[in-house]
């Protein structure tokens, strides 16, 4: 709204610490806090106002004609999606589409579950080979600090 870059704020900060001081300058910015809170509040409480009033004048009628008329495709998509969504939810448990779509929603959550169990599986063989490294990788080290340190010189021209 005002357009202030960092080095406005600056110019308007040092301004105030030299005009009001350095005592009194946290409770003059606590209380301009306070006042951009509550133009804040009121700019809130203003424009859900205005959109309550807007809702009660049928103003959302009128956007959705402006969207169909600028959109028809869209809007005719969202059409086609709505009758679809109607005629699935009405669908007879009995009828063959009614079957048609018990059995594949029994066969996607099989495929579900067998994707999770494979999943599963794998994690945890992940897992056992991490710990039989882990455990080779241990008893590497406790035989090569158990084996025998040779301190000698070898023995030659001297």
Do not use: C, H, Y
């Amino acid at each position: 709204m005002f357009d202030l870059g960092f080095a406005e704020l600056l110019v308007i900060g040092v301004v105030a610490l030299i005009v009001v001081g350095p005592k009194d300058l946290p409770v003059l910015f606590r209380n301009a806090g306070r006042f951009m809170g509550k133009a804040r509040g009121m700019a809130r409480e203003f424009s859900r106002a205005m959109n309550d009033a807007a809702d009660q004048a049928g103003v959302a009628d009128v956007q959705k004609t402006f969207k169909a008329a600028t959109n028809p495709v869209g809007t005719a998509m969202d059409g086609v999606k709505d009758a679809a969504k109607s005629m699935t939810e009405g669908l007879d448990p009995n009828s063959e589409t009614g079957k048609l779509s018990a059995e594949r929603e029994e066969a996607r959550r099989k495929i579900e579950a067998n994707a999770a169990r494979m999943a599963a599986e794998r994690k945890a063989r992940e897992a056992q080979e991490a710990l039989e490294k882990a455990e080779e990788l241990e008893k590497k080290l406790v035989a090569d600090a158990d084996a025998p340190k040779d301190t000698a010189k070898p023995e030659g021209d001297a």
